[in-house]
């Protein structure tokens, strides 16, 4: 039962990336086999690079059928890009569930190898937002993780409460999943309601240098 849940959420994190990535995409009007290229990179891009951290099979590569769920997906997304004309409102929306959806697949994946606590919040975090960096400089954009907004935070949140929860309450996988996925949203959208914003560190374009 544990197992199909985690299946679900793969699934659904899936989607919401393709979204996501196909938004990015026709936000930047390219042509279809851009928008295809754009919604698989930030679907998978994330995973691929936990699996080579975690030295197992890349799991797309033995998977036609998350191939297949990410094109129809996208295909989906340009059919009724006529219908849909508020492209960044979408793009924040299923971006912020892809975040939440794949940062639960990472940490889970993380437990399951008997990792560190800190190193399964760095794999849920990686799984995260890997695919949203790789699509941002494909697009030409600086990737949201590194501009103001919170973004690895709310995943680093999210998946410390996780743990938290696996570890002291006595509450169902499913439902500390379904939690933790409602927070790490819920953390983006109020991040941006309220403005909320890292600090920031620039060069003030003072040249000099004191010893």
């Not at 979408?90 to 939440?100: A, E, N, P, W």
């Amino acid at each position: 039962m544990h197992e199909q849940f985690n299946q679900i959420i793969e699934i659904l994190g899936t989607i919401s990336f393709a979204m996501s990535g196909s938004f990015a995409a026709m936000q930047k009007r390219l042509d279809p086999f851009g928008v295809l290229i754009i919604a698989f990179i930030t679907s998978v891009g994330g995973g691929t690079v936990r699996d080579l951290l975690l030295d197992v099979p890349v799991f797309w590569m033995h998977d036609l059928w998350m191939c297949v769920l990410i094109f129809t997906t996208a295909i989906m997304a340009m059919i009724f890009k006529s219908i849909e004309k508020k492209f960044r409102v979408t793009l924040f929306i299923f971006d912020s569930f892809g975040l939440g959806l794949f940062t639960i697949i990472g940490l889970q994946k993380g437990l399951n190898a008997n990792l560190h606590p800190l190193i399964c919040i760095t794999l849920g975090t990686i799984t995260g937002c890997f695919g949203g960096i790789i699509r941002d400089i494909l697009l030409n954009r600086i990737p949201l993780i590194f501009r103001r907004e919170i973004y690895a935070t709310a995943c680093i949140l999210g998946g410390s409460i996780y743990l938290i929860l696996v570890k002291f309450t006595p509450l169902s996988y499913p439902l500390i999943q379904i939690a933790t996925i409602l927070l790490i949203v819920a953390i983006r959208t109020f991040a941006v309601r309220l403005q909320w914003q890292m600090p920031k560190f620039y060069d003030r374009g003072d040249d000099s240098f004191e010893a």
